[in-house]
């Protein structure tokens, strides 16, 4: 992996604010867009977003109007071809391999976090190309915030059933999630911890996602 990624130093490229106001402009023509929530958003300091995932826009679309440079966590295979890591690599962008433990993609998650960036993840780790009520998640947010103490802003993205361009496309986010709101205890914090943080910043993304219904 580490042919793929260089995880030694930290790095906000410069191509990152160039294709954001790029990437904005070709969303709206894509989507009919409607953001909510966007003052939930901390203007300072480190914390995670935590959001389902629908489609291959996702991190643009919450790239675009975070007001705050994102560390999108991707999936390692997107990284094979020399173009997209190119592309994601200066989009800010860091591989992880799904599916077994990645100490490489977290510790520089969390050396993301102590150094006050801003990390979006989609803990589905997949898409839901269904477009249906977000699936069950991953621990990766959880685990996250348990080695950094981090807080969690939990999103939704809601696609409408329209097709073609202009489609509805709704980003919500919720209240901030404090650290110490995810029943971590000082002691163990155990597995069926790391299970129970995942459930409550999950709950709160499908819970949003529903509002859209």
């Known amino acids: 992996m ?3 990624f260089d995880y030694s130093k930290i790095k906000n490229y410069k191509m990152y604010n160039i294709a954001v106001p790029i990437a ?11 953001y909510e929530g966007k003052e939930n958003l901390p203007k300072t300091g480190a914390y995670i977003v935590s959001a389902n995932h629908l489609t291959s826009f996702d991190p643009v679309l919450l790239a675009m109007n975070s007001g705050r440079v994102i560390h999108f966590m991707a999936k390692y295979e997107t990284f094979e071809k020399p173009f ?6 200066h989009f800010n962008s860091f591989p992880v391999k799904r599916g077994s433990s990645d100490k490489s993609s977290i510790e520089y998650a969390i050396k993301l976090i102590k150094h006050g960036e801003v ?3 989609f803990p589905e780790g997949t898409r839901n190309k269904e477009g249906g009520e977000p699936q069950k998640a991953k621990s990766g947010v959880a685990l996250i915030a348990k080695a950094t103490n981090a807080d969690v802003v939990p999103c939704s993205i809601h696609i409408g059933e329209k097709k073609g361009f202009r489609r509805p496309a709704t980003i919500r986010y919720g209240k901030l999630i404090k650290f110490e709101d995810l029943g971590f205890s000082e002691e163990g914090r155990s597995t069926a911890e790391i299970r129970n943080a995942s459930r409550i910043i999950f709950d709160e993304t499908v819970a949003l996602w529903r509002k859209g219904l």
């Open 84 to 89: 997209t890591r190119f592309f994601l690599t």
């Open 119 to 121: 990390i979006g993840i």
């Open 2 to 4: 580490t042919d793929h």
């Open 24 to 34: 904005k402009f070709i969303m709206s023509l894509k989507y009919k867009l409607k």
